[in-house]
């Protein structure tokens, strides 16, 4: 079974950063890792998509976080990383990394991590 294992979240005050990651594992050598990406939920919202990145580059940013974070991602370490900086209290939710994860010769599928929670505070 698949997992996805965030961490680097934390409390950190307006104005800071913090780099989350998240690394896929008990990937089989017959899977690929397609989109990889960050979404995150504040309290009484619905969950929003943050920043993806495709396996060729390709990346993608809600308005909200452009100029301020950055994804990046290591094929060989399966893993997706977000720099986030010029943190805002708004930017206080739970994040959460997904991975479009395929099969050869099968469907893909999404796989979530369990969420890690960034807070933003004085």
């Known amino acids: 079974q698949v997992q996805l294992v965030e961490s680097g979240g934390g409390l950190v005050q307006p104005g800071g950063s913090l780099r989350l990651s998240c690394a896929a594992s008990?990937?089989?050598?017959?899977?690929?890792?397609?989109?990889m990406g960050w979404y995150r939920q504040a309290p009484g919202k619905q969950r929003e998509l943050v920043s993806t990145?495709?396996?060729?580059?390709?990346?993608n940013y809600v308005d909200s976080v452009k100029g301020r974070f950055t994804i990046s991602r290591d094929n060989a370490k399966k893993t997706v990383y977000l720099q986030m900086n010029s943190l805002k209290p708004e930017d206080t939710a739970v994040y959460y990394c997904?991975?479009?994860?395929?099969?050869?010769?099968?469907?893909?599928?999404?796989?979530w991590g369990q969420g890690t929670q960034v807070t933003v505070s004085s």
């Open positions: 990145m495709s396996s060729d580059g390709n990346t």
């Open positions: 997904k991975a479009v994860i395929q099969i050869v010769g099968g469907t893909p599928d999404d796989y």
């Open positions: 008990r990937i089989m050598f017959s899977f690929s890792i397609n989109a």
